[in-house]
């Protein structure tokens, strides 16, 4: 009998252990129940539902970094870094997995469309750059701060 208490006590225990989530400071959790987004999760310690709700990202509300290398067309390989943060954390939800794709497709497209600035003004392109990718960026709730590139 002692062992069967001792036992429910420990899955209560663990449960309650389970159902706190605590959230850094410089970050959101998203919480699903049931499969599909419930809520954000602020910065704080909060009490979810054990085995009905579960946390599926956790987004950076700080600066983030992505490099990349690509050769191009015009002979010119070209590595650059992109500065981005998330801005709105609701609406970054949805794509927050892609954003790395998402900012690299979108260096790189940019990057084609203007291939007669490689030789000319290098220091506009960056500025270009950044305005292109914030166009698409802004509407899913991240921004790119900073872009640099370095042609071979």
């Given at each position: 009998?002692?062992?069967?208490?001792?036992?429910?006590?420990?899955?209560?225990?663990?449960?309650l252990?389970?159902?706190?989530?605590?959230v850094?400071?410089?970050?959101?959790h998203?919480?699903?129940?049931?499969?599909?987004?419930?809520?954000?999760?602020?910065?704080?310690?909060?009490?979810?539902l054990?085995?009905?709700?579960?946390?599926?990202?956790?987004?950076?509300?700080?600066?983030?970094?992505?490099?990349?290398?690509?050769?191009?067309p015009?002979?010119?390989?070209?590595?650059?870094?992109?500065?981005?943060?998330?801005?709105?954390?609701?609406?970054?939800?949805?794509?927050?997995?892609?954003?790395?794709?998402?900012?690299r497709?979108?260096?790189?497209?940019?990057?084609?469309?203007?291939?007669?600035?490689?030789?000319?003004?290098?220091?506009?392109?960056?500025?270009?750059?950044?305005?292109?990718?914030?166009?698409?960026?802004?509407?899913?709730?991240?921004?790119?701060?900073?872009?640099?590139?370095?042609?071979?």
């Open positions: 009998m002692n062992a069967l208490i001792t036992l429910v006590v420990l899955a209560l225990f663990a449960m252990a389970n159902a706190l989530k605590r850094p400071a410089d970050q959101v998203s919480l699903y129940r049931r499969g599909k987004p419930y809520r954000l999760l602020q910065p704080g310690l909060h009490v979810a054990p085995l009905i709700d579960r946390v599926e990202h956790r987004i950076q509300l700080s600066g983030q970094v992505l490099r990349f290398e690509e050769p191009l015009n002979a010119h390989d070209v590595r650059g870094t992109v500065y981005w943060q998330v801005l709105e954390p609701e609406r970054a939800d949805a794509v927050i997995e892609q954003a790395d794709q998402l900012i497709g979108g260096a790189l497209a940019a990057l084609r469309q203007e291939p007669e600035a490689y030789a000319s003004d290098r220091r506009d392109l960056s500025s270009r750059l950044k305005q292109s990718m914030n166009g698409a960026l802004r509407e899913r709730g991240m921004m790119v701060t900073r872009v640099e590139l370095e042609f071979a």
